[in-house]
């Protein structure tokens, strides 16, 4: 079983009634305050080893107010996932993916702030179906940086997705737009990482099986520039199994 090394907390908050008495804190907040505050104490002090999953930065959001869209991968909602940080497996986390940021952010015990997660400290994780690994090698032929993948064979498929903004200045003030989801695509072969845009591109990196591919897309009615995601990884299990029943 994984275990934590330690269990020091660097969050840029602290609960400031840990240090004071019952009677001290019921002078300075509300009873309903009083009661929140409780039920985050007790359940801070359940976590045990849990609580090193809180190990990060508070997350700051944006400066100027969105206009439209949201940052987050899938869904600005938050959503239970798995996260394996600091050499430990933490499982049900309540957290999101910061796609602009680069940036896996996780719900703080007082159900509102959020903690973002320190990169270096995460090898993998997965939200919303996906599972995400996290590439850090500087020396390999892929900018570092989490990516989805989105399939494992002989041949490996990879997606680094992100969003861009637009800033926007109006006598209302300055407003953020959230630009559409874009995704960049990876096969990892003996290897070696490439990136593909096109079927073309996936077919050099195959290299043998063209043909076959070709028509099996072609008979398949899968098209590329619809739905570039679904094609290559329908073309990379086609090639496996190709390749397998030799």
Same mark, same amino acid.
């Given at each position: 079983?994984?275990?934590?090394?330690?269990? /020091?907390?660097?969050?840029?908050?602290?609960?400031?009634?840990?240090?004071?008495?019952?009677?001290?804190?019921?002078?300075? +907040?509300?009873?309903?305050?009083?009661?929140?505050?409780?039920?985050?104490?007790?359940?801070?002090?359940?976590?045990?080893?849990?609580?090193? +999953?809180?190990?990060? /930065?508070?997350?700051?959001?944006?400066?100027?107010?969105?206009?439209?869209? !949201?940052?987050?991968?899938?869904?600005? *909602? +938050?959503?239970?996932?798995?996260?394996?940080?600091?050499?430990?497996?933490?499982?049900?986390?309540?957290?999101?993916? *910061?796609?602009?940021? *680069?940036?896996?952010?996780?719900?703080?015990? *007082?159900?509102?702030?959020? &903690?973002?997660?320190?990169?270096?400290?995460?090898?993998?994780?997965?939200?919303?179906? !996906? !599972?995400?690994? !996290? &590439?850090?090698? @500087?020396?390999?032929? &892929?900018?570092?940086?989490?990516?989805?993948?989105?399939? @494992?064979?002989?041949?490996?498929?990879?997606?680094?997705?992100?969003?861009? /903004?637009?800033?926007?200045?109006?006598?209302?003030?300055?407003?953020?737009?959230?630009?559409?989801?874009?995704?960049?695509?990876?096969?990892?072969?003996?290897?070696?990482?490439?990136?593909?845009?096109?079927?073309?591109?996936?077919?050099?990196?195959?290299?043998?099986?063209?043909?076959? &591919?070709?028509?099996?897309?072609?008979?398949?009615?899968?098209?590329?520039?619809? @739905?570039?995601?679904?094609?290559?990884?329908?073309?990379?299990?086609?090639?496996?199994?190709? /390749?397998?029943?030799?």
């Amino acid at each position: 079983m994984l275990r934590s090394t330690g269990l /020091t907390f660097l969050v840029v908050f602290q609960f400031p009634f840990l240090n004071f008495s019952v009677a001290q804190i019921k002078n300075e +907040i509300s009873p309903e305050q009083l009661i929140v505050r409780n039920a985050a104490s007790v359940y801070f002090q359940s976590l045990g080893e849990q609580s090193g +999953i809180y190990r990060g /930065t508070e997350y700051t959001g944006y400066p100027y107010r969105l206009k439209s869209g !949201h940052q987050f991968f899938e869904s600005a *909602d +938050i959503s239970n996932g798995s996260i394996y940080y600091d050499g430990v497996l933490y499982e049900n986390v309540p957290m999101r993916l *910061d796609i602009i940021k *680069d940036q896996l952010v996780v719900r703080y015990v *007082d159900q509102v702030s959020g &903690i973002s997660l320190h990169n270096e400290k995460i090898d993998f994780f997965s939200i919303h179906n !996906h !599972h995400f690994i !996290h &590439i850090k090698d @500087d020396n390999l032929n &892929i900018p570092p940086g989490f990516y989805d993948h989105v399939y @494992d064979g002989g041949i490996d498929v990879l997606v680094n997705r992100s969003k861009g /903004t637009l800033k926007e200045v109006s006598v209302e003030g300055n407003f953020i737009t959230i630009l559409k989801q874009k995704n960049n695509f990876f096969l990892k072969k003996e290897g070696v990482y490439y990136q593909v845009e096109s079927s073309g591109s996936v077919l050099k990196v195959l290299g043998s099986k063209q043909k076959e &591919i070709q028509e099996f897309l072609k008979k398949s009615n899968i098209k590329f520039r619809k @739905d570039p995601e679904n094609a290559i990884v329908r073309m990379v299990k086609y090639y496996d199994l190709l /390749t397998e029943s030799k």
